[in-house]
């Protein structure tokens, strides 16, 4: 598998969220504005690469030597947890400017299984070290791409007549459907 | 042995995220200010985010950074905020309740650009194009503001435009961030009072013409609807002198009415006049609120109608204000100057005792220069100070034969003969001639010749320079002049006096004069004719050209003589007519002592607007005036050329005691409407907003 194809299938053809449907809280939940959408974005692919690159070091130096890749699970949500919290005080430290920029969607990364479900595929593919880092990187970008492109259209959303029963996150869902079939599409590509 | 490992690998997994996670808050250690934590402990700890932060602590972190009021958690109430503003050292007058208000009146009746159907919310609706009212500062209507409130303090009346239950709103600013056309506004009731007229702001152009910016509309609706006391407040908001401005102001605000395009124009004033008698003869003092106290001290110097406005708001603001006068009684020239018939004595003292009652000390009988100086003000712990000291001082003819007997100047005869009606009427009366000339065409001119007549004085004349269109006096004075068989001489200018052996007066010597040219203000200046010298026979003659401020207690201190600027009419100078604020920076001043001679409503405007800058200056901030400050100036989209849908109503008179009964006393000449004439009156209203109206008024 080259990297082209890993950047276009992570982006594209296996989209964390319209395709394998993973981090769909935040996907709900910041995409009423592109100024939220926009900021949770930036702060999933700073934390989705970090979380990528350091679960993959602990699969492959730890839970592998010693046999416990069926701890995977627990050990990820640790180190994920921790590793964001850590990234807070780092920023808030050494680079308070990204800091405030990113400012509430930091944290609520914490809980987002995005995060989390990338790290396991990416162990799952047994991919390596440099791939590891593409396939996250890509699978943010990813996310970052889906998250915009729905926030866009759901500020156009607020002009259509909406029925009662529809409106706000039902029509939310209905669009996601919608935008995840045509991101299908991108099926055959690989 | 399998799960053993498992345990120790997660207990080791878990002590390294632990220990690397507090070596990390060490390392990475962000000093962060401790009164966060102390804020935060104060709100509700509820996160409900109904204060629009993220959570407690970031409100908290807002409010220590200065960017939130003390009053920023709406769950916790006002003791918490008291707590909050302790912990910030904060000015406790900031921690005054927050209140929505909808600042748009137009709703259903205001024209529409297009028609879009289908759209549901005021956000969406404005981003086509800004929306579908005509007016660019409109209510759209749609009731996002309604569905923003958690409270449930918010619904769109029966016009179409939102109202604000105020019991249940707790200013949390829902409403305000959410309204796209920017109608709702969050303010503190000092905002509020505070608030100079701007040109983005829906105001009708009666509201824009009134020199202290009356909220003229709303409390014509109040009187519409029987909420007599509403009123009362709404014009309080604004002035403080209402039962005053009711009898003797002249009503600019009722030039510039709608109504007066097509018909006769509402009559606003009387409508006041009702509304503040109401009060009076109810008997009952409607309750006023102030601000907590600032322990701010202010002192204002000159106790009439701009430094009685002065001292109002600034009490409200929380301020402890003290008024030096140099009378024995506060009013000032609405005291001395104005005549008992236009203005009862009794009804000033009712009105005065109203902004006495906030707690406004009075200081009689000092005299600025004679009894004190700014110095000892600074001294005695005066944060700042209010120079209303009014415009006192008659222009003189610079004629011969000014200083005989029988002379006398305009504000000088007025409050003479008022300090000896109201105080010492067991004296002798001052002297009032048989024929008595008046010069000049001004208020006060016209104040002299009408408390002559009252007088007994045979006959009484006014000799003006230029025609009676020309007469700066207001119309309504000038008719009950006539009425009141005063004669006109116009277009005559007094050259000299002519006095008798004993030195009395015995004659005027004019020159008649012709209108040339208009000069550069208008007006055709009076241009003399040659040889042609009259002289009237006369026994009094009251000079009454004109008065500007009486400045001499500049000699009596170095500091002031250089320091506090005048300009060439010796009145106060300031920068700015706003800001308001003299050479000497805690010096502010206002009114006549500012402008020269003005009126009444103009030096109640100028005493708030001095109040805000003082505000300003006490709480630390550049006093500076509102960026879109209107001012003088009108919005211009509100000014029309027609008033099209209008059925001609006409105008209630002002009822007025007949002309033989008058002129034998000193009672009251002009009378308050009747209940159902107010009524009658205040539908004549449109209750005009910034460009809509109320049309087919019935």
């Known amino acids: 598998m080259g990297y082209m194809e890993i950047i276009i299938g992570g982006i594209f053809v296996n989209n964390i969220l319209l395709a394998q449907f993973l981090g769909n809280c935040p996907f709900l939940g910041t995409s009423k504005k592109m100024e939220t959408a926009v900021g949770m974005a930036m702060a999933v692919v700073f934390v989705l690469v970090l979380a990528g690159v350091i679960t993959w070091l602990i699969y492959a130096f730890f839970l592998v030597p010693y046999k416990l890749v069926y701890m995977r699970t627990i050990a990820f949500i640790l180190v994920i947890a921790s590793l964001v919290q850590f990234v807070e005080m780092f920023l808030k430290k050494s680079i308070p400017a990204l800091y405030a920029g990113l400012g509430i969607f930091l944290p609520l990364i914490t809980t987002n299984c995005a995060v989390f479900g990338a790290c396991i595929l990416n162990v799952d593919k047994e991919l390596n070290f440099m791939k590891t880092l593409v396939q996250s990187t890509a699978y943010a970008v990813g996310f970052g791409l889906a998250l915009i492109l729905f926030a866009g259209v759901r500020e156009r959303i607020i002009l259509a007549r909406v029925p009662k029963p529809l409106q706000d996150t039902s029509i939310g869902l209905v669009v996601a459907g919608i935008l995840s079939l045509t991101f299908y599409a991108f099926k055959g590509m690989i | 042995m399998l799960s053993l490992s498992a345990i120790l690998f997660m207990l080791g997994l878990g002590a390294l995220c632990g220990g690397a996670l507090s070596a990390a808050s060490k390392i990475f250690y962000v000093y962060e200010d401790p009164r966060i934590g102390v804020v935060e402990g104060f709100t509700a700890l509820a996160n409900c985010g109904g204060c629009g932060y993220a959570g407690c602590s970031a409100a908290a972190v807002a409010v220590v950074a200065g960017e939130a009021p003390p009053s920023v958690c709406i769950v916790a109430g006002s003791e918490a905020t008291a707590n909050i503003a302790g912990v910030m050292g904060l000015d406790p007058g900031t921690a005054e309740a927050l209140l929505s208000y909808n600042t748009c009146t137009g709703g259903d009746r205001a024209e529409d650009k297009y028609h879009y159907m289908g759209i549901n919310s005021c956000q969406a609706l404005a981003s086509l194009s800004g929306g579908q009212p005509v007016c660019p500062v409109g209510c759209l209507g749609l009731g996002d503001c309604v569905r923003a409130c958690v409270f449930d303090a918010l619904k769109i009346g029966p016009h179409g435009y939102p109202v604000v239950d105020e019991i249940k709103c707790v200013g949390c600013g829902a409403c305000e961030k959410v309204c796209p056309k920017d109608i709702m506004e969050i303010k503190t009731m000092s905002q509020k009072l505070l608030h100079l007229n701007q040109y983005d702001d829906r105001i009708a152009p009666c509201q824009q013409t009134c020199p202290a910016e009356i909220d003229i509309p709303k409390y014509i609706y109040q009187i519409k609807t029987g909420d007599y006391e509403g009123a009362v407040n709404t014009i309080r908001e604004r002035n403080p002198l209402l039962l005053s401005c009711g009898r003797v102001c002249p009503h600019p605000c009722e030039s510039d009415c709608r109504r007066g395009l097509e018909d006769e124009a509402v009559s606003i004033n009387q409508l006041k006049r009702f509304a503040a008698d109401y009060e009076m003869n109810s008997g009952r003092r409607l309750p006023i609120s102030c601000a907590p106290d600032t322990g701010k001290k202010v002192a204002v110097i000159g106790g009439g109608p701009a430094g009685l406005s002065n001292a109002f708001f600034l009490r409200r603001l929380g301020h402890e204000v003290t008024i030096f006068d140099a009378m024995p009684k506060l009013g000032g020239m609405i005291r001395y100057g104005i005549p008992e018939y236009r203005l009862p004595k009794e009804v000033l003292a009712w009105e005065i005792q109203s902004i006495l009652d906030l707690g406004v000390e009075h200081k009689p009988n000092m005299v600025l220069g004679r009894d004190f100086d700014i110095g000892s003000l600074m001294a005695a ?94 119309m309504v004075e000038i008719e009950a002049a006539e009425h009141e068989g005063i004669k006109f001489t116009f277009l005559a200018a007094p050259t000299r006096a002519l006095g008798d052996e004993e030195g009395k007066v015995v004659g005027l010597e004019y020159l008649k004069m012709e209108l040339g040219e208009p000069d550069a203000s208008g007006r055709r200046s009076p241009v003399p004719i040659e040889g042609s010298e009259t002289v009237m026979d006369i026994d009094m003659l009251i000079t009454a050209i004109g008065q500007g401020p009486d400045i001499f207690f500049k000699d009596e201190s170095k500091r002031l003589d250089e320091d506090l600027q005048v300009t060439r009419w010796n009145t106060i100078d300031s920068a700015d007519p706003i800001a308001l604020q003299s050479s000497i920076p805690y010096i502010f001043t206002g009114g006549d002592a500012a402008t020269g001679a003005d009126l009444v409503v103009s030096a109640i405007g100028a005493g708030r607007r001095a109040a805000r800058s003082i505000h300003m200056y006490l709480t630390g901030q550049d006093v500076t005036p509102p960026e879109k400050t209107l001012f003088t100036n009108h919005i211009p989209v509100s000014i029309f050329e027609s008033v099209p849908g209008l059925t001609k109503l006409a105008r209630t008179k002002m009822p007025e005691l007949p002309v033989d009964e008058r002129i034998k006393s000193f009672v009251e000449a002009d009378l308050v409407i009747s209940e159902e004439e107010a009524l009658y009156e205040s539908n004549r209203c449109l209750q005009c907003c910034l460009i809509c109206y109320n049309k087919d008024v019935a």
């Open chain 2, 381 to 474: 712990g005066f944060d700042a100070v209010f120079l209303g000291i009014g415009a006192w001082k008659d222009y003189t003819l610079r004629a011969e034969g000014e200083d005989l007997e029988g002379c006398y100047t305009g504000i000088n005869f007025l409050s003479n003969f008022s300090l000896w009606q109201q105080e010492r009427p067991h004296e002798k009366r001052p002297f009032v001639g048989k024929k008595c000339v008046v010069i000049g065409g001004g208020n006060t001119a016209i104040d002299c010749v009408r408390t002559l007549v009252r007088l007994g004085a045979d006959e009484v004349s006014i000799v003006y320079r230029r025609t009676r269109k020309e007469m700066p006096a207001n």
